[in-house]
């Protein structure tokens, strides 16, 4: 059975009148086994494909090893399916016109599916609403399942269907399965992907060259097998009259899940984390307290880690009041680190929208701010990446310049990667 930890990190002490509390909480799991194999429900993986025409030859005939690539790590026994996207989508296996729309991993079944995957054809637009609507109707035809996940991927805009359709179909999966989401090629618009993968619990990233598709597909395959706790919840609680300013996760990435809490009890909000393997991640947590007097003491929230309403991990956030400076101007270096990586995240975000809009000099602040903070939080390859789009003149003070001939690819690589953290070494 999986076990979980938890570990705080933060400087308790606050000033005369102060009322904000930091902390970073560690949750680690142990022992989390194979998805869909802890007895606590069934797994199920669904392939989404982008099979429209600007996929062309090279980058489908790349896809479709990649996926028959992913359909050998899916263990026996899960549930699974493949959709063909377009400017509609299409179950490509199992071949059910009703009922169930999944079928359970097996020999025959692996077989026949990658049979099915080298029937590909490349035709039609893009509408990757219609892709995650079909996904979530396949996962609901099948009720056991606990643990479901997909891969989406695309390699051009999403032109046939408008923003608003998009968001709509966003919001109507939400909550009901994971998605990993890649991009191949340069084509594609990393804002309207990341949505996506952001909303769904999962990450996304760019795959420059179709040759790589298949060795990232059986990755993010095998990651997803890993993954034995289907679900599991983050709970904070806080006092009465205490206000949560916002629960963000910031390893292994940056995810703010402060607008996706939903009640537990009055005190006690939950935020989703999806499914777990053997890892760790470290959640950013920031409490408005009433300020109390000299050597008053109150705890600031109850951090928990609960699946299937269990909870089985908690760490304590704490606020003492102190007229010592010596103790109340101390910066704890796990929130400084985590509050650097996540200002670092927004800095290249921006930098590179400034850059697309024509706005040079705010491109050039932003993108400046941003080598200087990922030389501050010690993230190298943030900085690797940085170099391909800045010539970076003084890396402590972030003076830079935009290069004026900058490869695509790495101006994308630059964006997927910006939520990517380093960890605090303790």
Known sequence: ?????????????????????NGIVT????????????????????????????????????????????LDQIL????????????????AYPPARSGAGMVQMNPQTRHEAQQAVRGFR???GTAMGTWLLLAGRL???????????????????????????????IAAVTGRFQCD????????????????????????????????????????MRSAMSRGVADAQLRVWAPQGAQVQFVRQVSPTVEDLTNRRVEVNPLTGGYPTGAWSDESRDYHISIRLSPKAIGQEQ????????????????????????????????INPEVAHYTGQTELAQAIQDGLAAKAAGDEEGAT????????????????????????????????????RLKRSVDKADEMALDTASTKTTRVRH
């Open 1 to 21: 059975m999986a076990q979980f930890t938890a570990a705080v990190y933060q400087n308790e002490f606050l000033p005369d009148g102060g009322t904000d509390v």
């Open 365 to 400: 602040t932003k993108l400046g701010r941003a080598v200087q903070l990922a030389a501050q939080t010690g993230n190298e390859e943030a900085t690797t990446r940085l170099r391909k789009v800045v010539d970076i003149t003084d890396i402590e003070t972030g003076t830079v």
């Open 299 to 330: 705890l600031a929230a109850r951090v928990q880690l609960a699946v299937g309403g269990e909870v089985l991990a908690q760490g304590l956030v704490k606020a003492k009041w102190s007229d010592d400076e010596g103790l109340t101007t101390r």
């Open 122 to 124: 490349s035709d039609g």
């Open 27 to 70: 949750i680690t799991c142990t022992g989390a086994g194979e998805a869909g194999r802890g007895g606590g429900g069934q797994a199920g993986e669904i392939i989404i494909v982008d099979t429209s025409g600007s996929m062309g030859r090279t980058k489908l005939e790349a896809a479709k090893v990649a996926a028959a690539a992913a």
């Open 181 to 220: 989401c890649r991009g191949v090629g340069v084509d594609w618009q990393v804002a309207e992907v990341r949505r996506i993968a952001q909303a769904l619990l999962g990450t996304v990233d760019i795959i420059p060259r179709p040759e790589q598709l298949a060795t990232v597909f059986a990755e993010l």
């Open 76 to 91: 026996d026994g899960t549930w699974f399916a493949v959709v063909a996207g377009t400017h509609a989508a299409y179950l």
């Open 139 to 169: 996962f609901d035809s099948i009720p056991m399942l606990a643990q479901k996940h997909a891969i989406l991927l695309t390699d051009g805009e999403n032109h046939n269907e408008s923003p608003d359709q998009l968001t709509s179909s």
